[in-house]
């Protein structure tokens, strides 16, 4: 099968709700390439591009596209296999209003610097902040599936996914979502090509991407799933957002509870124990409009049932 390429030119959304009209549609176990936007649409390219405030269109997600199969009750396996910087510089930044230290009288509202890309093929590639380099390590902060009701904008994470900004949904995780329509309709964007756990001024370096993925359903799950999930390699983490960190870590670990209690025939008293001894709570993001937290536990403690 030829490998297709579906762009945000092709289409994006700003936000998931249960009907989206898909502008792709994948074959179960189809691999394919997704080219994202950054999450300002190319709005800022210089350090002096300041952002007054969050504009009403950010992060854009190139899709939906439908995965044939895919049915009410099905878990979606994103199986990332590479995450490719698209452009010579990514911008981190900061808006009146936006970001975990908002209220400090110290720091610039709004504030951006440019991050330039280290086009060298002979290194692994940096961006450059100030003369330092930072390692390109991509991040996908927005990805997601149509919801099971309501209409969410693509700036705020929930059950769907979306905007989880999470730094593990990188190349070589696999992120599964629950499928709440037909065709599940994935979409993706707002990538990064570096960004620190929790987000803190609001974004990481803001950059265009190419995406490697394939796409798969995974029907009748051992576990039913509620919300996201996603294997490392390293580490089974559940993914959990809400509109506190007490919250969000209260989902991510009961929803790990279920996995542990399944793989290993543990009462749900046991998992709960269990699982604080082991791995333990992560921060996503805590600048979004849901906050987002992982519970990880390392793979040789647990593996994901589907
Ligand atoms: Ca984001």
Known sequence: MTRETVSH?????????????????AADGE???????DSLN????????????IPEEVNAATGPIA???ASPGDVLAVEIEAVRVAEDRGRVLTAPGFGLLQDDPEIDHPATRITEVDTDESEAG???????DVPIEPVIGTIGVATGGGTVSTLTPDDHGGNLDTTDVTGGTTVYFPVFQEGAMLALGDAKAAMADGEMCGTGAEIAV???????VVEDPAVPLDRPLLDTGDAVKTLA?????????ELA????????AHHHGFSRTEAYLFSSLVGGLEISQVVDPQVTARNAVPSEYLSVPF
């Not at 940096?126 to 330092?132: H, N, T």
């Not at 190419?210 to 798969?216: H, K, M, N, P, Q």
């Not at 670990?253 to 542990?260: E, G, K, S, T, V």
Request: aromatic letters at 6%; hydrophobic letters at 40%.
């Open 9 to 25: 030119r092709d289409g994006h959304v700003y936000e998931f709700g249960p009907e989206m009209d898909p502008v792709y549609e």
């Open 253 to 260: 670990n009961a929803d790990m509870l279920d996995l542990l």
């Open 126 to 132: 940096a961006v450059e902040f100030e003369g330092i």
């Open 210 to 216: 190419e995406v490697d993925a394939t796409l798969s």
């Open 42 to 53: 190319g709005e800022i390219q210089r350090d002096d591009d300041l952002l007054d405030a």
């Open 67 to 69: 995965v044939a199969g």
């Open 241 to 249: 957002s809400a509109e506190t960190l007490e919250g969000a870590v």
């Open 31 to 37: 691999s394919l390439t997704v080219e994202t936007i």
